[in-house]
């Protein structure tokens, strides 16, 4: 049957209408990709200043922490020794001075140092000692505390024993520990005489520990004092700082 001019003409317009619903998908697609990637740029800028920002906050707090603990302890005793003599000079003399309650406790520390110097001040402090380490909590207590003061007392027979702070290889190689030379002996020989150091090693424990008979070229020498390698390895201990400060001091 032959096509009628209305079919003819429906035909080329069916085409076109077919020719657009293919056309649409690709356009839908492309202004979806178009709108996609400037959100997607959007999206990692913003990332990267969030990430920024987020970094420098950080420094700001790591720089400022440190400061505001010290500003806050030496604020928090200065005012509480005030205030634990004050009150004895204002019933005295009817007025308040800040920070002379201050002087009195510093004076008073600086009189029970000298006292229990003395071999009078020696003996009540082991009878109280002997007291408290019968006590069930309190002997743990103090012990904890009287292992981290020791770190600081400049008269410890500990520290008076330790020469030198060093770093040693130990447990296991690739591994350090923080040691401390406490002599020096001589190994005799067939052939030469072996120069060794002494070395102690402390355990969870300051006054624990392994000692081995290491030479020089062994040892990793540090430019830290007894006492502040005391102080970093209670700080390691309980996890304070990081062992990259301690690698910094080696030499």
Known sequence: MPATPTDMEAQPSGRLLASDEDKKPGEVERRASGSLRPRSGQQALASIVHSWASRKFAVGCAILFPVAVTVYVTW???TFFDNFFSPIYYKLFDFHVFGLGFITSMAFIFVIGVFFSSWMGTALLGIGEWIIKRLPLVKHIYSASKQ?????????EASKAFQECVIIRHPRK???????ITGRTVLQTGTQDLKLNTVYVPTNHVYVGDIFLLEDK????????????LGKLFALMMGRICVRHVAAHMR
């Not at 981290?148 to 410890?156: C, D, G, L, M, Q």
């Open 174 to 180: 690739g591994e350090f520990a923080i040691a401390f």
């Open 148 to 156: 981290v003061s020791a770190a600081i007392n400049p008269e410890n």
């Open 76 to 78: 928090w005793f200065l």
């Open 218 to 229: 062994e040892i990793i020498h540090t430019n830290l004092s007894v006492r502040e390698g």
